[in-house]
């Protein structure tokens, strides 16, 4: 079993950052692909980003290539999402989910595991 606990979420004005932190138990992340999705209000969850266990490849939504960057640190079993220059549109409720091995998949099925979510607020 793994349990994921996401922690780092706030209130931030728009183009500021944010650092996200995913913590995994139950399992070594270097074994698991690891996700990012949010869900703004009466939307559907969607992806943000994906690292896959092996390290040698990760997935971005186009929404937030170039601004976003997902991480991994193997010594603290962490995996984190650093949010710069956040917009209104990414104000959401974002969750971390883990898949054993697996691909850094974009989907929601591609992932067993799930945190219990951390909001972001992003004001303009």
């Known amino acids: 079993q793994v349990q994921l606990v996401e922690s780092g979420g706030g209130l931030v004005q728009a183009g500021g950052s944010l650092r996200l932190s995913c913590a995994a138990s139950?399992?070594?992340?270097?074994?698991?692909?690891m996700g990012w999705f949010r869900q703004a209000p009466a939307k559907e969850r969607e992806f943000v980003a994906a690292?896959?266990?092996?390290?040698?490849?990760?997935n971005y939504a186009d929404s937030v290539k170039g601004r976003f960057t997902i991480s991994r640190d193997n010594a603290k079993n962490t995996v984190y999402l650093q949010m710069n220059s956040l917009k209104p549109e990414d104000m959401a409720v974002y969750y971390c989910?883990?898949?054993?091995?697996?691909?850094?998949?974009?989907?929601?099925?591609?992932?067993?595991?799930w945190g219990q979510g951390t909001q972001v607020t992003v004001s303009s």
């Open positions: 989910a883990a898949n054993v091995l697996g691909v850094p998949g974009r989907s929601r099925d591609d992932y067993k595991y």
């Open positions: 139950g399992r070594t992340v270097s074994t698991l692909s």
């Open positions: 690292f896959s266990w092996s390290g040698s490849s990760t």
